[in-house]
């Protein structure tokens, strides 16, 4: 039987380590490809790196993290964060990232996802879709909003529209981001997710707002959602992954002990 | 003349960097290659595939190595297709309506997303993330790994071989075919180099079986 999976996901800039809340006033953990590894020996499913960095020297030294994670750690990994061209996709997929994430790009630019569904395959590309609760209203029926640049533009979008678009151009999975919950530790955004989770076929990973074992079973059951990211809880030590895994194994979740 | 590494086949220019990096871990001698040549001088062959089922036969055919495989299968030479690479060994592929190498009689079929599973929800199509495989038949493959290990699957077609054929299973809205061959020329339908431990096991175990020379004393 599918495992659920868990995900820690890693905020780096200038090829350092960062968690933010609230996208604001990060403050820097150290080295990523060392996280990485340690993430990767305690259980971890796989890893996802999100590219903070703004200037084009963070990027190369982005692409550097991406090669040397790769020589490190035999499980599956996704890089996101400021992909905007199949260029950069191919980049970062050579320096051995199993998919790529895109974004705000890829809502300026919907294109983007056939054209790298075409040239990578549908496994490779992911969709990162960040979503803001909103009064509902004939342009946001859902009552979701899509945002971008990291949750601070109103996208005009409907989160589930999109969704569902996104899968017609060829994603083969939605990393589903609630910019309400992120940051805060009070649960992932259930109705959200699982809005999102009913509607589409491929895979959802819920995040934002993993503040306990808990939070993560419900968002893989009531959310039904196939994997759960999440960041501070394991950062800071407050849980290990395997306690995390024990806790969803003792409660009847699916997932791989190791 | 073979000599001691492993060929990893990769007919679209440099896409076959996960295998290459999980066999260095290992230490294990590799070597990235499209040449029809060199594969005759690995003592095993890796093929991974890239892409879909039509995509792949087409570029195979065009390098030449379509041949190129069937000859070396034919004479022994270990062989081990993952992912894709493992559909392709079947006859047929439904993706792209493909005519494949055909190295063992059966079709790839694609998921029924109609299909339910333990729960009762319906599957989710592409396949994706980490299951165990049930072994139906030994295998020096299978050496060191046990039941409940778990390996990482990413893929929305899987192989239907011949009964006499299948090694192991999982199930996904129903019991499919996780890996099938003979001893020496294995498929497997999910990704060893992602899957961790078992999976790194399972690629030493395939170097451990073509450094003693495919079993046969060669």
Known sequence: MLSKRLIPCLDVRDGLLTKGVKFQNNQDLGDPVEAARLYYEAGADEIVFYDITASAEGRSLFLNVVERVAEAIFIPFSVGGGVSTVKRMRDVLLCGAEKVSLNSAAVRNPGLIAEAAEAFGSQAVVLGLDAKKVPQSARVPSGYEVVTDGGRSPAKLDALAWALKAEKLGIGEICLNSIDADGTRDGYELELTRLIAENVEVPVIASGGAGSPRHLLDALTEGQASAALFASIVHYKQYTITDLKRYLHDHGCPVRLV | ?218
């Open chain 2, 1 to 218: 003349m073979k000599s001691e590494f492993l060929a990893i086949i990769d007919y679209k220019a440099g896409n076959q960097t996960s295998v290459r990096r999980a066999l260095r871990h290992l230490k294990i001698p590799a070597e990235v290659t499209a040449d029809p040549e060199r594969l005759k001088d690995a003592s095993g062959i890796i093929f991974p595939g890239v892409g879909a089922a039509g995509q792949a036969m087409a570029a195979l055919k065009e390098a030449g190595l379509d041949c190129a495989i069937r000859e070396l299968v034919g004479a022994g030479r270990p062989f081990l297709g993952i992912c894709l690479g493992c559909q392709i060994m079947l006859d047929y592929s439904e993706e792209n309506d493909t005519r494949t190498l055909g190295l063992f009689p059966g079709k790839n079929l694609r998921f029924d997303k109609n299909s339910r599973d333990e729960s009762g929800r319906t599957i989710r199509v592409p396949h994706m993330g980490w299951n165990t495989i049930r072994v139906k038949s030994s295998s020096a493959l299978f050496d060191g790994v046990e039941e409940g290990h778990q390996f990482y699957f990413v893929h929305s077609y899987y192989p239907n071989p011949e009964l006499k054929h299948l090694l192991a299973t999982t199930y996904h809205g129903g019991e499919f075919c996780s890996v099938f061959g003979r001893e020496g020329t294995w498929a497997v339908q999910f990704h060893p180099e992602k899957s961790g431990r078992p999976g790194l096991r399972m690629l030493r175990n395939f170097y451990e079986y073509a450094r003693r020379g495919g079993g046969s004393g060669c």
